[in-house]
């Protein structure tokens, strides 16, 4: 990103110069993230199960626990949270993809949220989800299942530093008002 600038540095107002870093910073972040990304797309997807489980649990989600490989009847993890004094148990499927999510996935997880004694769902993928599917997610009187796509978890994967950490950018500035109290008219 760095380039020739038109001015010697000594020349240009530190307002450019902070625009200057912080549009480097948002330009790192951004390929960090795509990065990011490559990396959950990369993993096999029983490590990306447990990915999960390790951001669900910086969540402040209780017993998390990864479901086995077969006969999981669709889920693919089981949690238990905490709202006020009541704990719920919430399943999720997991979809490590960048493809569409549709309607069918909603229904599956559903129906299956019986058989864990659940009262809602997340699906978490690295894809979109295809249009309408929010509606069905919150259908009226029906089990409220909750939609994570690609972008939504990158987010909460940040937010949360499971696999990313944050490192401090100190910016050094003049301090004009220091100098002008400071100095002496001859």
């Not at 402040?60 to 086995?68: G, L, Q």
């Not at 129906?111 to 997610?137: M, N």
């Amino acid at each position: 990103y760095l380039k020739s600038f038109p001015q010697s540095e000594a020349d240009r107002k530190p307002s450019s110069q902070r625009t200057d870093v912080a549009l480097a910073v948002r330009a790192f972040n951004e390929a960090q993230i795509e990065a990011l990304r490559g990396r959950l797309m990369g993993l096999e997807p029983y490590a990306f199960e447990h990915f999960i489980k390790e951001l669900l649990e910086a969540m402040d989600y209780e017993n998390v626990e990864v479901t086995r490989q077969s006969g999981d009847k669709g889920i693919d993890v089981v949690a238990n949270y905490q709202f006020g004094i009541t704990e719920i148990t919430e399943v999720g499927q997991v979809k490590r993809t960048e493809s569409t999510i549709g309607r069918r996935v909603i229904d599956e997880l559903r129906g299956a949220l019986p058989y864990h004694q659940a009262i809602r769902g997340t699906i978490i993928t690295l894809g979109p989800f295809a249009r309408g599917v929010e509606d069905s997610a919150l259908f009226p009187g029906a089990a409220p299942i909750t939609l994570i796509d690609g972008d939504r978890l990158l987010e909460l994967v940040v937010k949360h530093q499971i696999g990313v950490r944050r490192k401090p950018v100190d910016l050094l500035e003049v301090d004009d008002a220091f100098f002008a109290e400071r100095s002496v008219d001859v």
